[in-house]
């Protein structure tokens, strides 16, 4: 049997990163990226005896919000629990965690594949520690060593918990982009994978199509990229597809992805919650989430992507795939609504188009792309030169080198248009003189044309257009040409 005679059930377990300024339980700096090792430590993160860890107000407020964003429900009572396991970057022997009474419960994440919706379930949302890092090396005798880095230790971790509702890599990558989007519109996190803030856990499993019982479990972990995770998901759900058409057994246990390789290779067995031996954290109270801190939490939240994609829709007249990458992110939508107020009435479906043409392709020229609120480009001189291109003061050639300019410089596009001799050669006599000059100097395409070539024509136009430095609208300038060419 191949994989086709399976199906797959995944469920992720993907961690963020929280953007707090302070750790999880101590006052360090939380954020230690390119930072000297073991700079940004304490007693507390160190797990050294006698010293007692103190809640992070603000971590608590960012998970109750991506809570309510994913549309759990938030327990009146919640507690954290000491999980113990015995590995050497958990400085303490046991990581602060919460267990059978988390922050958040249920909700969902609505997907969107191949133009199909679908709602991910989720079992919950909690709030843990994240442990120090290992940094492995090798010396070059064979004998390798690990080195430990506490800095990591002690950062606020949110780990969102999916029920096991995704059939497929394809769903698994599509849960996490909008994830990924919509902790971004919330700005708890930067939820950048590169730097590990944003950072997932799959757990896989097949079963012969038709049947509901679920197959042994394998956790992987290691992926910090979509494509890893695309990757090791298909690699995995093939794995064991094999070992079970061959008369074998899948393993629960806990695999590795290896990114050079695109295979997954056990680590270790797959531990049940009893292993983990959960106890109540005894140097932390409960913590008591009254319903009208949660009202006020919710009334801050903003409009989320799939809301806002459905008003720009039907505010500003925008078709599905225009809407979706305009809310892509809260900034780009900001900055389209920004110039949306500004732009004479009936063309913001033209200034969608400029977003998400030129202006974009500028913003991507560098080595990472950029919103536009980090570069001299205003929404509202976006809006201007919208305006003075549908207006017909200048032409579309020459609003992209307008905007070149504007995007360079900071200055408004009617203030370049003005210094630069930039608007549309709209006089019928002037574009009429330059007509005929471009004819009186291309005898061989006028010829052509009297010989039936069509497209000696467009030849003219462009040395029209070039004499005119774009200023000329192509179409004005071909009747012009005609005119004399048949006269």
Not at 298 to 305: K, N, T, Y
Not at 330 to 346: L, Q, Y
Request: with cysteine; glycine share 8%; net charge negative.
């Amino acid at each position: 049997m191949t994989a086709t005679a399976y199906e797959t059930v995944i469920g992720l377990e993907t961690h963020v990163q929280l953007n707090t300024r302070s750790k999880m339980f101590c006052a360090c700096e939380r954020d230690y990226f390119d930072t000297e090792p073991n700079t940004h430590v304490c007693p507390v993160c160190l797990g050294m005896p006698g010293v007692l860890p103190v809640i992070n107000a603000q971590a608590v407020t960012f998970t109750i919000l991506t809570g309510l964003a994913l549309g759990c429900a938030i327990p009146r009572r919640s507690k954290f629990d000491r999980k113990n396991y015995p590995y050497p970057d958990l400085m303490k022997g046991y990581q602060i965690s919460q267990y059978d009474q988390p922050l958040c419960t249920g909700g969902g994440l609505e997907i969107q594949l191949a133009g199909e919706r679908r709602l991910v379930h989720l079992e919950r949302v909690h709030l843990e520690e994240d442990t120090a890092r290992l940094l492995h090396r090798d010396d070059g005798s064979g004998e390798g060593y690990s080195l430990m880095d506490v800095n990591r230790a002690g950062v606020p971790l949110m780990e969102i918990v999916t029920k096991p509702d995704m059939r497929s890599a394809a769903e698994a990558v599509a849960y996490m982009r909008k994830l990924r989007q919509t902790l971004r519109y919330i700005c708890v996190s930067d939820v950048d994978m590169e730097k590990g803030s944003f950072r997932c856990d799959a757990n896989v499993s097949i079963r012969p199509v038709g049947t509901d019982r679920l197959g042994a479990k394998v956790e992987v972990k290691n992926m910090n990229s979509f494509r890893a995770v695309q990757r090791a998901i298909e690699f995995e759900v093939e794995r064991q597809a094999r070992m079970l058409a061959s008369g074998g057994s899948v393993a629960q246990e806990t695999r590795g992805y290896v990114d050079a390789t695109g295979e997954t290779v056990s680590q270790r067995s797959k531990e049940e919650a009893h292993d983990y031996r959960y106890f109540p954290e005894p140097d932390l109270p409960p913590l008591e989430c009254m319903p009208e801190l949660v009202e006020a939490l919710r009334a801050r939240l903003p409009e989320l992507p799939d809301a806002k994609r459905a008003r720009f829709e039907r505010e500003y007249a925008l078709g599905a795939e225009e809407a979706r990458a305009l809310t892509e992110t809260r900034e780009r939508a900001g900055a389209f609504e920004a110039a949306a107020r500004a732009v004479k009435p009936g063309r913001t479906r033209a200034l969608a188009h400029w977003l998400l043409g030129d202006v974009a392709a500028l913003l991507n020229s560098g080595p990472g792309s950029v919103e536009l609120a980090a570069t001299p480009l205003t929404p509202e001189h976006l809006a201007q030169l919208v305006d003075l291109v549908e207006d017909g003061a200048i032409t579309a050639a020459t609003g992209k080198q307008v905007l070149e300019a504007a995007f360079a410089s900071g200055d408004s596009p009617s203030a370049i248009v003005e210094a630069g001799g930039l608007g549309q050669v709209r006089d019928e006599g002037e574009l009429a003189r330059i007509a005929q000059a471009v004819l009186n100097a291309n005898p061989r395409a006028v010829a052509d044309f009297h010989g039936g070539k069509e497209s000696a024509l467009q030849f003219l136009v462009g040395q029209v257009m070039r004499q005119t430095r774009g200023r000329s609208d192509p179409l004005s300038a071909a009747q012009a040409l005609r005119r004399l060419l048949v006269a």
